[in-house]
T-cell receptor, first 111, second 114 residues
């Protein structure tokens, strides 16, 4: 069962930052927040994960609120190739082997 | 490329036929997962291996489905007596159980049952 809530869809202008919100109000202290994306007809692509601290890698930044009840994925300079479904998932890896995907957010980057 | 690979990428079969898919995980990843994704839905967990042991199976995995990972490396997923409802994308992922145990996915096998 998905433990997250994400907007169904959002648009973003090419070259601008895309901020994708995710609510996970029932997250427990040991659960990580993972972000994946899926471009049409491809397998899900891992983006980033975090536990308590904000994280940044070459693809994106993950901002987790202090109470850990929500997070935001930031794509700093969206391109047309970032058009995809983005999934926010919470999971305690020591207890739960599977990833539970919800409906995700369909992000459309427009030129 | 050292990512997860899957073969075939596409499979079209007639109802009642058996099909087998293969997944090669990232080298040294001892955990391997199978998921299924139908049109418009997110991936759903099917089963999971740690090394050669199948440790968890979803109730989605009916008796017609069987998965193996005989030497703890590649895995196969077989569907017997395929039905039209089996049409889906079958995804494989692998992970190394350290820290966040991040799963990395392959490109998937698209199955169409006519």
């Amino acid at each position: 069962d998905a433990k997250t809530t994400q907007p169904t869809s959002m648009d973003c202008a090419e070259g601008r930052a895309a901020n994708l919100p995710c609510n996970h109000s029932t997250i427990s202290g040991n659960e990580y927040v993972y972000w994946y994306r899926q471009i049409h007809s491809q397998g899900p692509q891992y983006i980033i994960h975090g536990l308590k601290n904000n994280e940044t890698n070459e693809m994106a930044s993950l901002i987790i609120t202090e109470d850990r009840k929500s997070s935001t994925l930031i794509l700093p300079h969206a391109t047309l190739r970032d058009t995809a479904v983005y999934y926010c998932i919470v999971r305690f890896p020591s207890n739960d082997y599977k990833l539970s995907f919800g409906a995700g957010t369909t992000v459309t980057v427009r030129a | 490329d050292t990512g997860v690979s899957q073969d075939p990428r596409h499979k079209i079969t007639k109802r009642g036929q058996n099909v087998t898919f293969r997944c090669d995980p990232i080298s040294e990843h001892n955990r391997l997962y199978w998921y299924r994704q139908t049109l418009g839905q997110g991936p759903e967990f099917l089963t999971y291996f740690q090394n050669e042991a199948q440790l968890e199976k979803s109730r989605l995995l009916s008796d017609r489905f069987s998965a193996e990972r005989p030497k703890g490396s590649f895995s196969t997923l077989e569907i017997q007596r395929t039905e039209q409802g089996d049409s889906a994308m079958y995804l494989c992922a692998s992970s190394l159980p350290l820290g966040a145990d991040t799963q990395y996915f392959g490109p998937g096998t698209r199955l169409t049952v006519l």
